[in-house]
């Protein structure tokens, strides 16, 4: 049994600008572009989360941003605010958010600079806020009732900066795909013959490059039993109203480092595990670990998992452990593209399953190794 788990820099491999450093310079052409019109309905103007993740990597240097670390952060900043806090206790007024289409140098740490309180009332939905229409076209302004109000609102703002990235990944990215790869994706070196079985693809990623370059019908039959290929954080251009998971690390941890942070659970919304759930990309994962450990025991599984292209960062690291330690049995290959990368995964995946398990079940392999390699350089004639 073979899992094929792939990471976004399976795509980067590829020459794909599929990361979030792609997305946000391409962000950064649309907002900084010489214009002589406003347009008030165009998304990349109205969106806090982009302006802020540029604003804060124009700061940072050669130090490229980490988005899901950068949303905890926020996440940490904004539960202190006395509009968040004490939005909800008498003769404390609602708040009234207000930013002009002109300001690109928003940050969330500043946020209070765009809050004053609302000496009237407007009648809300369930969410707690309403867009208000401005007196012009060069402001955003948002009526804000309450804490959950507040909350809501910075979700939904994250969430249109998924459907964002969605539609950059569908009409920039796959759209203009070169479907010619410079490499073979060389099954026959992790033990798969043709025709001889399915490899299980288990990807992190938004896109089905994999899919697309190598047509491989990875998990098509599986003992008859159909069984397709797994996308933990949601596939672009499979919902209409986007279901890719964008978020951050479980605060658990984060809790034992500190027992002061105290994070209200109203933000969990914000965390991967939680949206995995609620955009139902979590099912097929479930059944896969059904076949990793199956409750009759008379059946002798050894798994093998295939990584590639995934940076085992801290975000991803609870389902990692979860499916990586659903077998003891299984072998874990990790493939790398150069030492510095090497290094970095020998820590990481240290920190998910532990040295002992690491030195009885993980084998490190260069990525374009001919020989045990999985990604392998064509020759210039083929």
């Given at each position: ?69 950068e949303i905890f952060r926020v ?279 532990g040295e002992e398990e690491v ?24």
């Amino acid at each position: 049994m073979d899992i094929l788990i792939v990471g976004n820099g399976f795509d980067l491999a590829h020459g794909l600008k599929t990361s979030y450093r792609d997305f946000l310079n391409y962000c950064y052409e649309k907002l900084y572009k010489p214009r002589f019109t406003y347009v008030p309905s165009d998304p990349y103007y109205q969106n806090l989360w982009i302006k802020h993740f540029i604003n804060v990597q124009r700061n940072m240097g050669d130090t490229w941003i980490d988005v899901e670390k950068e949303i905890f952060r926020v996440i940490k900043i904004v539960k202190n605010l006395s509009i968040l806090t004490n939005i909800n206790q008498l003769n404390i007024n609602p708040q009234i958010f207000t930013i002009d289409f002109n300001n690109n140098v928003f940050i969330f740490d500043n946020i209070t600079n765009h809050m004053q309180d609302s000496y009237g009332t407007y009648s809300t939905n369930e969410k707690a806020y309403i867009r208000l229409q401005p007196h012009n076209n060069l402001t955003y302004s948002v009526y804000i009732a309450n804490s959950a109000g507040f909350i809501n609102f910075m979700y939904d703002q994250l969430r249109d900066f998924s459907k964002l990235f969605e539609e950059y990944l569908l009409n920039e990215v796959l759209a203009n795909i070169n479907c010619e790869s410079p490499y073979k994706l060389s099954l026959k070196t992790i033990g798969v013959e043709p025709n001889n079985k399915d490899v299980y693809l288990l990807s992190f990623n938004y896109t089905d490059t994999c899919e697309r370059l190598y047509k491989q019908k990875f998990n098509t039959y599986c003992n008859i039993e159909k069984f397709e290929p797994i996308y933990v954080h949601g596939k672009v251009g499979q919902c209409e109203n986007c279901d890719l998971v964008l978020g951050t690390h479980s605060f658990e941890n984060e809790y034992k480092e500190n027992p002061t942070l105290n994070i209200p659970h109203e933000f969990n919304i914000f965390k991967k595990h939680n949206q995995r759930h609620k955009y139902s990309n979590i099912n097929k994962y479930q059944d896969l670990l059904q076949k990793l450990n199956p409750t009759d025991k008379r059946k002798k599984i050894k798994p093998v998992f295939h990584i590639i292209g995934h940076s085992l960062d801290e975000t991803d690291h609870k389902i990692l452990a979860h499916v990586l330690n659903a077998n003891k049995n299984s072998i874990i290959n990790i493939y790398y593209h150069n030492e510095e990368a090497q290094t970095r995964l020998i820590n990481k995946i240290n920190e998910i399953i532990g040295e002992e398990e690491v030195m009885a079940r993980v084998r490190f392999i260069y990525q374009h190794d001919k020989e045990k390699g999985i990604l392998i350089p064509k020759d210039i004639n083929e």
